[in-house]
Nanobody
C-alpha cells in the first residue's frame, strides 16, 4: 500500500515563507515524477510544480521564481519551498507521485496509477 503524507502547511503573513514536505511510504519499483498541486476554494486543482527522478523540474504559472521544488530520493521525499507568499497562494496543497511496480507477468516494471496525499492547508493573510 503506497501512501503520501504531506506536512508543513500553516498560517503565515504575506511575504513570509513555508516549506512543504511529502513523504512516500510503501513498496514500489521506482518513484518517477513527483509534484505539487493546489486547490483554492471554489477553483479546480492545478499543477504548481513537478520534478522527475533525475531532478528535472517544471513550474507552472507565476510561482516560478518564488517556489522551488526539490526531492531527496534516498528519503522518498519531495519538497516545495515557497517564498514571498501572497494571499492568492492560499489553498490546499496536494502531493502527487507516479510509481512503477514490478510486474511478474511482463518481467519488467510497469507504470502504476497516480497517487495523491490528503493535502495540507496553506493560508496566507494580507
Amino acid at each position: 500500500q503506497v501512501q503520501l503524507v504531506e506536512s508543513g502547511g500553516g498560517l503565515v503573513q504575506a511575504g513570509e515563507s513555508l516549506r512543504l514536505s511529502c513523504v512516500a511510504s510503501g513498496s514500489w519499483f521506482s518513484i518517477d515524477s513527483m509534484g505539487w498541486y493546489r486547490q483554492a476554494l471554489g477553483k479546480q486543482r492545478e499543477l504548481v510544480a513537478s520534478i522527475t527522478s533525475s531532478g528535472s523540474t517544471n513550474y507552472v504559472g507565476s510561482e516560478k521564481g518564488r517556489f522551488t521544488i526539490s526531492r531527496n530520493n534516498a528519503k522518498n521525499t519531495v519538497y516545495l519551498q515557497m517564498d514571498s507568499l501572497k494571499p492568492e497562494d492560499t489553498a490546499v496543497y496536494y502531493c502527487n507521485a507516479q510509481f512503477s511496480f514490478w510486474d511478474d507477468a511482463f518481467r519488467r516494471p510497469v507504470r502504476g496509477m497516480d497517487y495523491w496525499g490528503k493535502g495540507t492547508l496553506v493560508t496566507v493573510s494580507p
